[in-house]
T-cell receptor
Framework: GAVVSQHPSRVICKSGTSVKIECRSL??????MFWYRQFPKQSLMLMAT?????????EQGVEKDKFLINHASLTLSTLTVTSAHPEDSSFYIC???????????FGPGTRLTVL | GESVGLHLPTLSVQEGDNSIINCAYS??????FIWYKQESGKGPQFIID?????DKRQGQRVTVLLNKTVKHLSLQIAATQPGDSAVYFC?????????????FGSGTRLLVRP
């Protein structure tokens, strides 16, 4: 139990385009989902916290208009990287919790490459 | 535990030896600590956790030690195997800005020599 999936697993796009990444909790309902970014040889950095049915809370330095997060159901959160640029190339990882404060279950990550 | 640039500290051990990976955390309000294993191109994999009211917890071949006085966490892996080669991250959990968040340490690469 407690499986989290991400789609796509990897995506390559041209500079200036937008890319949507999906995060799904497959066998449980998640009231809270988190989005992390990981650059090569670095740690996971929390980008935002997403609660079902409400606006996401972004960490300092993360542009909410560039990284659009939607958590429309208890099993799905999406991250849209708008007008992507090469510096947005990174490994994006989501996690999901049944309730705030519960254990986070991590997805397998999405490798984004912006040309 | 401070986040560094593009260089991950590396621990190289002989297969069969014990490994000890250390982590310093920063938030005295953190009440939950987790060790994750991350293989190349994959998401973090839960290894073991410990709550702040404990100082030691054991799993299968792994032990986590918590020293709250000096804000230090360690992961001990017994009889290290080639499959243990990966990057290991500690994470501290705390309520921040009305959300329960995990803050990850900078990571240590474990290389197991056959």
């Amino acid at each position: 139990g407690a499986v989290v999936s991400q789609h796509p697993s990897r995506v390559i796009c041209k500079s200036g385009t937008s890319v949507k990444i999906e995060c799904r909790s497959l066998d449980f309902q998640a009231t809270t989902m988190f989005w992390y970014r990981q650059f090569p040889k670095q740690s996971l950095m929390l980008m935002a916290t997403s609660n079902e049915g409400s606006k996401a809370t972004y960490e300092q330095g993360v542009e909410k208009d560039k990284f659009l997060i939607n958590h429309a159901s208890l099993t799905l959160s999406t991250l849209t990287v708008t007008s992507a640029h090469p510096e947005d190339s990174s490994f994006y990882i989501c996690s999901a919790s049944r309730q705030a404060g519960d254990e986070q279950f991590f997805g397998p990550g999405t490798r984004l490459t912006v040309l | 535990g401070e986040s560094v640039g593009l260089h991950l500290p590396t621990l190289s051990v002989q297969e069969g030896d014990n490994s000890i990976i250390n982590c310093a955390y920063s938030n005295s309000a953190s009440d939950y600590f987790i060790w994750y294993k991350q293989e190349s191109g994959k998401g973090p994999q839960f290894i073991i956790d410990i709550r702040s009211n404990m100082d030691k917890r054991q799993g299968q071949r792994v032990t986590v030690l918590l020293n709250k006085t000096v804000k230090h966490l360690s992961l001990q892996i017994a009889a290290t195997q080639p499959g243990d080669s990966a990057v290991y991250f500690c994470a501290e959990g705390a309520w921040m800005d009305s959300s329960y968040k995990l803050i990850f340490g900078s990571g240590t690469r474990l290389l197991v020599r056959p």
